[in-house]
């Protein structure tokens, strides 16, 4: 009825395997909670990975790098299959997401773990300790151990063989990834918690140290630091106790991969990559799922809650990604289930049904 006040162009990565339906499904939804809110968009579809490497040789093409810098954000399926797997490196489907994150310069990468009421019996954990679980790991994206130099391979004094790497950060990049946390624990519960190895390693006793200084900034956001020895304990003793996480890159990626195991659902979990400016890039955290493809059985959820997040993290618009995130639960009292999740008592349904059964959740909405 009212004329759209809002207009975004969002760039389309559906990728290999699973990735083109739960694209299809997710656009779908944005389109019609984006429309309930005043929100036009313009879609526009680029190959990436492997669907790229058919098409044009590479895994991510000039086009689609510029399309996607060129929008407001980018929303991605899944990348990799058997297909190409014994591909050199640099034409490997996997080089075109690293080179899609650099490109984008997004060095903030958030993932939430949500235990949701509907499916509580998913998780790893006992119901006691999972029930009510809701957390957000902010990991450090483009620096650290893993990017760091002097790196390689060399001799030591005793002449042996030896590989090394080196955690480096510079105080810029702790700042900015400190900011998107405080934010994100603005937006969500208030509560930041900054995990790092301070008692044994130099980066993280800065990254302590900027870390407490950029708390001035958000006198709102309360902030607690923890060992990660000890939080990684703590994620599985009694998960409810964390809000926002952030840590930095090689500490994240086993973090947020054991937070992820507390929800036990890979094809519920969503993500989001940020960078200072510029488009986010959102994808769920599952992989191409070579071994269901075009067999319309994945999960599309993720991919919806990865829409969710581009709507609050990428756009800022929080009132549409909420009728998504109300949609999704709705869905899923309904007793609507892919295979992934389904248990007794539920109604299995493939991805296009459960696709239209969340477009209808978000219909019915008031
Ligand atoms: P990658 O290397 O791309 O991360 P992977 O081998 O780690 O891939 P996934 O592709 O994520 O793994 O799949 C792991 C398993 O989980 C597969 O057996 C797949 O069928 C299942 N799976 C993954 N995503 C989904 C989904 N959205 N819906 C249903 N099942 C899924
Ligand atoms: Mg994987």
Known sequence: TSTPSKRYTITLLPGDGIGPEVISVATNVLKLAGSLEGIEFKFQEMPVGGAALDLTGVPLPEETLSAAKQSDAVLLGAIGGYAWDKNEKHLKPETGL????????????????????????????KKEVAEGVDLMVVRELTGGIYFGKPR????????????????????????????????????????????????????SILWRNRVTA???????????????????MQLVRNPKQFDTIVTNNIF?????????????????LPSASLGESGPGLFEPIHGSAPDIAGQDKANPLATVLSAAMLLKYGLGEEDAAKRIEAAVLDTLSRGYRTGDIHSAGNKLVGCKEMGEEVLKSVESQV
């Open 214 to 232: 950029i708390a001035s900034e958000y006198p709102d956001v309360e902030l607690s630091h923890m060992y990660v020895d000890n939080a990684a």
């Open 252 to 268: 994240g990626d086993i973090l947020s991969d054991e937070a992820s195991m507390i929800t036990g659902s890979i094809g519920m």
């Open 152 to 203: 390689g391979f060399g001799k030591n004094e005793n002449g042996e063989e030896i590989g090394f790497n080196t955690e480096v950060y510079a105080t810029h990049e702790i700042d900015r990834i400190a900011r998107v946390a405080f934010e994100t624990a603005r937006k969500r519960h208030g509560k930041l918690c900054s995990v790092d190895k301070a008692n044994v390693l130099e980066a």
């Open 98 to 125: 690293l080179q899609l994150r650099a490109g984008l310069k997004v060095f903030a990468n958030l993932r939430p773990a949500t235990v949701l009421p509907q499916l509580v019996d998913a998780s790893t954990l």
